[in-house]
């Protein structure tokens, strides 16, 4: 268990890359988990500014605290200790309907199992998501946007899983999010639907200038991102600037 | 799951309940009966005569499989009660003076018999003394065969004869208004004229002894005393009552239990096949340490049996507290020394297996498909759930659904099975509570149509002995009568084919304004000139259409005779009745103008002043007056009504409770990754409880008509059963009636759903970005 998180850390001011205000703003985030009989201090004193149109990788191995990152980016969990601002909201103290609101008005999100309603077509998983939203696209146009259109009313049990992320991507981005969350988009697919999949990412983030938070543990992807954040044991133990961004065609792992 | 395993035992324990009361209500009444019979020696057969001197006993006694007989006199009594205005009456009967009663032998409740040449000292029935607060001490005016006497209570007491302590033919007891008596033999003797003789036979049969041969010897030797026929316990007024309530019970301890049973055993099987689900895993894994597919069966069954334990223990002792209440109910009608609710153990043991074989037959299905697989591919997660779009969708509808609704559809056709028996339970959860408000307003419109509308008199009266036009006369000017009609009743027996019944027919004019008969459809009929017109319920005992020769075995003075074609069926609801024209009637039994008694409608300004004549009028035995009647047959309903209703209610809240409650946890947990993905993307709590509530709002729609439908289906059997050839309910279903039952189930539903969705609340929603179910 580290102590004197800050301190301790290598410099993990990750500053933004783009012009003005951030969209987040993270300052000593701490997150603590209850396990067995002491405690996991997941999340350990983190800063982070991420601005809006940035490609951002989250790297780290499987405990190192990313996940919880993204959730408390998302509005799924609370820190313990901290400050997040996303733009003028207190994410952190929000009370759950407003937590509710923020993730519903502003943040898409993309799961490792695409978590897809079975009972739902393509479109229909879509259309669930623009229907409760204030501006949203057509399910078909964010269909179209993954490369989907002809697969506008198949269920998930007729599609792969390759199709089945690229249906999560534009349920996602249907509503015109300023956020992108996507957590091991490509941990259940093999290299050539995964890459299909990131191409899809790529292209939201590059026409709808969303901010996309990719967290993964598959190093490759990371130069795709404009900026990679590595974590361990909860601290942001280094940040790296890719000079030019990988088209994700060109990956292979 | 442990809700769930509740809700299941709950329902299945409804139906154990209701099984284990009727059956121990049985017990209870059949014991009871049995041992109060055979330790007071209720007889086996009985008749009436006008007068046969003493001597003759000796030779009733001697007929062929008769091991004792009693010889009694029995009359009508008068009585005038302080603080009753109208008066009362009852059957009085003779006690033997320095021997004790052979047959129907009292048991005394407190005080003592009349002592040996005591004068007015009487014994009462304790229905008749509690009405009243009579105790032993007390004395009443009565008028026994026209002179009024003041009888002394020196006992309160029970007969075997007197276990429904009604007027013999009434309906329900009426216990202000009817008691009965008993009295030293020679005085009562005396005050009948009837000293040195009697006037009713009881007899009872050796073991061996053939009722009807019994009852053919006794008829030939009381002919010439003016004997009326002999008859058994099957037409005895209190032995059949008991009979009939103890054959209602029976078939409520079967039908309605099964029912409860069969849902449980949906609800279990459906609670255990998702349990096993979800520990396919589990399954996979003791599978690959060997452990055989019977052994893993034989683990899920265990919760079956556990479920099963707990439904036996919840059903056994609610069926045996509801019990001991009814048992309360029955204190009212029959009357025994001790009646004791006695739980039926063997019962409680039999609905033990009866419903570990329904949980049984529930969960080995379930329990088939998991150890049937392989271990490799259990340990596999399932394979994606295949939909498809709904029939509703298919046939181009699809425009009008939102998209939660659209799930609700698709979910629903992918589980027919679960989603039928959802729908199965919401239906019967409606049914449920159709039958206590068709009792309802059954007896509302029994009450209605009967006092309404075929009874328009005020007053029956009816004379101690058949009278002349004079009779009639006196009774037309009694004071403040406006009308009155007069009837002629004859008892016989009504023979068709092999069946027979014991009743009164009732002569009335053929124009008769009082008394009205009602046709299938409730219309007043005129009686033709010729030919019967009897109950449909007595045509049904008889197995008789309007067209067929009935024969009429006349009862009473030479017992003529004759074939009589039955013209048509009369809507009734208590009794077996026969109706002829009265001139017919007097044909029949080659007589001038007699009367019986008459209807009367009464001036209410001169009330009083007709209830004073009436009382020293020496020709009137019983006076019935139609309000008073009315009413007390109210109260005594009201309750017993209440009580149903009360049950039957609390079922259905408990039935649709445990449906939705079981539904929606089920869906819950089947639909968990789902909801929670909904909450991650921005759906409220509210919105995600919308979407779960589709589905069950979807069957509970489909379900409700349903409910309605078999609730009046079960409306039907149960009024069908409970209808005997004492009392009888037309079915009547009012709007009324499906509303209430439509919102019991609403609201326990809405209950039921609020609950569970609270558990929305605490969905994980960080667990399922990463979980595979």
Partial sequence: MQTGAIDASPPARADGAGAGEPLFRARDLTKVYASGAGEVRALDGIDLDLFGGEFVVLLGASGSGKSTLL?????????????????????????EAELTAYRRDSVGFVFQFYNLIPSLTSRENVELITDISRDPMTP???????????????????????????????????????VLLCDEPTGALDVRTGIHVLEAIERVNRELGTLTVVITHNAIIADMADRVIQLSDGHIIDTQRNPTRRAASTLAW | MRGQMIATAVVMACGLAMMIMARSLILSLEKTQEEYYARHRFADVFADLKRAPNALRARLAKIPGVAAVETRVVGNVTLELPGQREPADGLIHSLPEGRALQLHQLYLRRGRLPEAGSRGEVVVGEAFAQAHGFQPGHTIDGVIHGARQRLKIVGIALSPEFVFEARPGDTLPDNKRFGVFWMNERELAVAFELDGAFNNVLIDLAPGGVPRSVMAEVDRLLLPYGGLVAYGRR??????????EIRILGSISVAFPAVFLTIAAFMSSAVLSRLIRLQREQIAQLKA?????????????????????????????????????????????????????????????????????????????????????????????????????????????????????????????????????TAFGLALATGIPIVPGAMRDGIGHLLSAQWDRAERQDVTIALREPGSATALAEMRSLPGVQLAEPFRS??????????????????????????????????????????????????????????????????????????????ATLTDYSGLLAYMEVGALRRLMREGETVSGAFLTVDHAHWDQFLAAVRIAPRIAALSIKNSVRKSFQTTTADMIGMITNIYFGFAFIVSFGVVYNSARIALSERNRELATLRVVGFTQREVAGVLLSELAVLTVIALPFGLVIGSQMAAGIIHTASTEAVRLPLVLTPATFAMAVVVVLVSSTFSFALVSRRIQHLDLVGVLKALD
């Fill in chain 2, 490 to 567: 004859v008892p016989v027996r009504l023979r068709f084919e092999h069946r027979s019944r014991r009743l009164v027919v009732t002569g009335l004019p053929a124009d008769a304004y009082l008394k009205q008969l009602l046709d299938a459809s409730e219309r007043a009929v005129a009686l033709p000139p010729e030919g019967l017109l009897i109950s449909a319920k007595l045509a049904e005992v008889l197995g008789a259409k309007p067209g067929d020769k009935l024969l009429v075995e006349v009862q009473e003075g030479r017992r003529p005779q004759l074939e009589v074609t039955l013209q």
């Fill in chain 2, 235 to 244: 037409d005895h007024p209190s032995a059949s009552r008991l009979e009939d």
């Fill in chain 1, 71 to 95: 959730n408390i980016l998302g509005g799924l969990d609370i820190p313990n200790s901290g400050t997040l601002q996303y733009r003028d909201l207190d994410l952190t103290g929000a009370d």
């Fill in chain 2, 289 to 421: 340490f060997g452990y055989s597919s019977r052994a893993v069966g034989v683990h899920y069954l265990k919760f079956a049996v556990v479920i099963v334990a707990g439904a036996t223990l919840l059903g056994g002792t609610a069926g045996t507290l509801l019990g001991t209440a009814v048992v309360q109910v029955y204190h009212r009608f029959f009357k025994f020394p001790e009646l004791f609710f006695h739980p039926h153990w063997a019962m409680i043991g039999v609905a033990f297996v009866v419903s570990a074989l329904a949980a049984f037959a529930g969960v080995i299905g379930a329990v088939r498909e998991a150890v049937r697989l392989p271990p490799a591919e259990a340990m596999r997660p399932e394979p994606p759930a295949r939909y498809r779009v709904s029939l509703l969708e298919r046939l181009g509808l699809s425009h009008l659904v939102s998209t939660s609704f659209r799930m609700a559809l698709r979910n629903i056709e992918r589980r027919p099975w679960q989603s039928a028996f």
């Fill in chain 1, 140 to 178: 078909e146009a964010a269909l179209e946007l993954v490369d989907l259109s002809d697969r506008l009313d198949h269920f998930p049990s007729q599609l792969s899983g390759g199709e089945q992320q690229r249906v999560a991507i534009a349920r996602a981005i249907a509503k015109r999010p300023e």
